[in-house]
């Protein structure tokens, strides 16, 4: 090793931030494997280095004893004195062994500890920068599929879309564009973990942040979000400002903002509704798109019976329950939906099993007038 070896070292701590003390402390260790592993592991060696010529030099670390048991370990105290005057019994001796053709076998471990310095800079590098980025969006280019998992190009490196955080459903091809969430950051014996997901929620949420303004400027407030990836996505928002609409801000000119975050999400339906502070209005706007006649709320229970249409229940309950199922996720509530038919049935049940036939008189009679009142404006 030489004055270029050291130059060298000084351009990869500027380039790459990597101390050239901390090599030369890696030199030294991995130097000492080096001896031990060629010349023998008996011996107790120390490796140390010049940090301005870069020349390594080896020693022997023995014991000065009267009597030797050990040849590796320990030197006798006339044979030490001829090393150094000064040594007496009980010192620690230290004794160059360097080997005549050591100076190949130090270049060839400085290159191999270098190259492996850099490459564990580079991933603490890149750790560092993305596990502040965590639960932020990015954009990759799928670069290889491979058992179920696509491995997104991020330009510094690679991470993984696995198959539990994919969109059912969808489609991925080489060298197709997509944005991603990066879900989770994590360190491993090969480098740093970058794992993406498609069908979180809040992947919809930092969708809406890029192409709303009033959101990222902290104008309109993402209340929660619903979703069922590839399928349906409920979000609530509300307005700080009363003079700024949030669902009008969400949705943009002729829906352009809510349609490319569609578009982005391939063809995913997204119901943006008002959040409201009070939970009978906020239930009932959950249920968009259904019309709500009435909401009942049991406060202690988290729970409201909600009331819809006759021609709108299924609306309300969506294909497989989708729509209320979403709902009662939006809102943290248990949502119970019924008709108007099946709503006036309940209330003559309950009124007939508590025994309050004065109730169910009153009600006949209402509707007895009601009937009667038609008749007349008939006539």
């Excluded at 192409?211 to 209340?223: A, K, L, T």
């Excluded at 709500?292 to 229940?313: F, H, R």
Aim: hydrophobic letters at 35%; one cysteine or more; glycine letters at 4%.
């Amino acid at each position: 090793m030489n004055e270029d070896f050291i130059n060298a070292l000084y351009e990869i701590e500027k380039e790459k931030g990597i101390s050239k003390d901390i090599i030369f402390e890696a030199l030294e260790s991995a130097l000492i494997s080096s001896y031990k592993k060629n010349f023998g592991s008996s011996q107790n060696v120390i490796v140390e280095m010049d940090k301005e010529t870069g020349e390594a030099t080896v020693y022997s670390i023995r014991d000065v004893v009267e009597n030797v048991e050990n040849e590796y370990l320990e030197i006798s105290l006339d044979d030490a004195k001829k090393i150094n005057d000064m040594y007496e019994i009980g010192d620690v001796a230290r004794i160059e062994i360097t080997p005549r053709d050591f100076g190949r076998i130090a270049a060839q471990t400085a290159k191999q500890v270098v190259i492996q310095r850099i490459k564990d800079a580079e991933r603490d590098v890149i750790y560092d920068e993305f596990i502040n980025r965590e639960n932020e969006i990015i954009t990759g280019m799928i670069q290889r599929i491979s058992k179920n998992n696509v491995f997104i190009d991020l330009g510094k490196t690679e991470a993984i879309l696995p198959p539990t955080e994919q969109i059912e459903g969808e489609n991925y091809s080489q060298s197709d564009r997509l944005k991603l969430l990066i879900l989770e950051v994590k360190k491993t014996t090969k480098g740093p973990q970058i794992i993406l997901s498609r069908s979180h929620p809040d992947l919809v949420k930092r969708l809406f942040e890029l192409e709303v303004p009033e959101i990222s400027n902290g104008i309109v407030d993402i209340y929660s979000i619903a979703r069922e990836a590839g399928s349906r996505t409920k979000i609530a928002v509300h307005s700080k400002d009363p003079n700024v609409d949030p669902l009008g801000a969400c949705v943009g000119f002729k829906g352009s903002r809510v349609k490319a975050i569609v578009d982005e999400l391939n063809g995913e339906k997204i119901d943006i509704v008002i959040w409201s502070n009070n939970i009978e209005e906020f239930i009932a706007n959950s249920l968009s798109p259904s019309k709500v006649i009435k909401v009942e709320v049991l406060e202690k229970e988290k729970s409201a019976l909600v009331v819809v249409p006759d021609y709108q229940l299924s609306l309300a309950i969506g294909k497989e329950g989708q729509n209320a199922r979403l709902a009662a996720k939006l809102t943290n509530w248990k949502i119970d939906i019924k008709s108007e038919s099946q709503y006036s049935e309940h209330i003559l049940s309950e009124n007939i099993l508590s025994g309050d036939e004065d109730n169910i008189v009153k009600t006949v009679n209402i509707e007895t007038i009601l009937e009667e009142d038609n008749n007349n404006e008939e006539i």
